[in-house]
């Protein structure tokens, strides 16, 4: 079975057989190093195209078709940038803290088990999830600061609980002592898959998107590479809010950044 487009494929040595040297002259004949040639030609091809290169797409020409010149208005389109206090909901316990910085808001936790800080939408998204429309949404991570005895919610939900259930209705990206895992909740019913990634500490440049196919899936990328699906218990349509938080779950600081979040839904 091929490895591609899972891996590139890697292939194995092979020699002449004793005595034999290679002579280009020889038409009839095959050489190790006419096989070799093909070898790193088709190793060559799979670098420069890269793992997945149909995307969440049927095939290669359907993403080419995909990227195709098209309006602005062919799609809803909305990016969150972390500008003004007044129009999210947040707050800090302890000496923590939430600090708009655009374009990235800073969410810290304080010294002191169970301690979170949040910040959401002031309003919601209305009918955002609608059946045959694919939804994409997109954190970006400028910055993390512990990799342990914390958890984080990045999250499209209509729960109001802070921080929200592992039930409630909501789709997005739980990060669990520096795990990414994808989430999907009913409201009633709850999945949630390791996309096998560990955030990486300090300064970075790390995108956590999600492909909601309402009815059918949700996919959830890491920095472009798809890392797992969920097929099980995916909400029915909903309006949601954006919510970010942090809960420390030792004695101990514990920070987030989140930058811009892109939001794109097919009409």
């Known amino acids: 079975m091929a490895d591609y487009p899972d891996s590139v494929y890697s292939p194995r040595t092979k020699e002449n057989r004793s005595g034999v040297v290679y002579d280009a002259a020889k038409k009839s004949v095959i050489f190790v190093e006419d096989i070799s040639k093909l070898d790193a030609e088709v190793v060559a091809i799979e670098t420069e195209l890269g793992a997945n290169p149909k995307g969440e797409h ?41 600090a708009f910085n655009c374009p990235s ?36 991570i400028p910055y993390y600061g512990t990799t342990v005895n914390c958890n984080v919610w990045l999250l499209g939900l209509d729960t109001f609980s802070n921080p929200p259930a592992d039930n409630d209705k909501a789709i997005g990206f739980i990060i669990r002592n520096g795990t990414i895992y994808g989430h999907c909740g009913t409201g009633a019913a709850h999945t949630e ?75």
């Open 193 to 267: 898959t390791t996309t096998g990634v560990t955030l990486p500490q300090n300064t970075q440049h790390t995108r956590l998107r999600l492909v909601f196919n309402p009815g059918t899936d949700c996919k959830f990328y890491v920095n472009d590479v798809l890392k797992c699906t969920i097929d099980t218990n995916l909400p029915a349509a909903f309006s949601m809010k954006i919510y970010a938080c942090i809960q420390n779950k030792a004695d101990d600081l514990a920070g987030i950044n989140v930058g811009r979040v892109l939001i794109e839904k097919e009409y």
């Open 58 to 98: 049927a095939d290669v020409a359907a993403r080419l078709d995909a990227l195709a010149p098209a309006s602005i208005f062919d799609k809803f389109l909305d990016f969150i940038h972390w500008q003004d206090p007044d129009a999210f909901d947040h707050g800090a316990e302890a000496i923590g803290d939430v």
């Open 105 to 140: 808001i800073e969410l810290v936790a304080g010294f002191e088990a169970d301690q979170k800080a949040y910040v959401k939408t002031n309003g919601m998204y209305e009918e955002l999830i609608e059946e045959g429309k694919l939804l994409t949404i997109e954190f970006f």
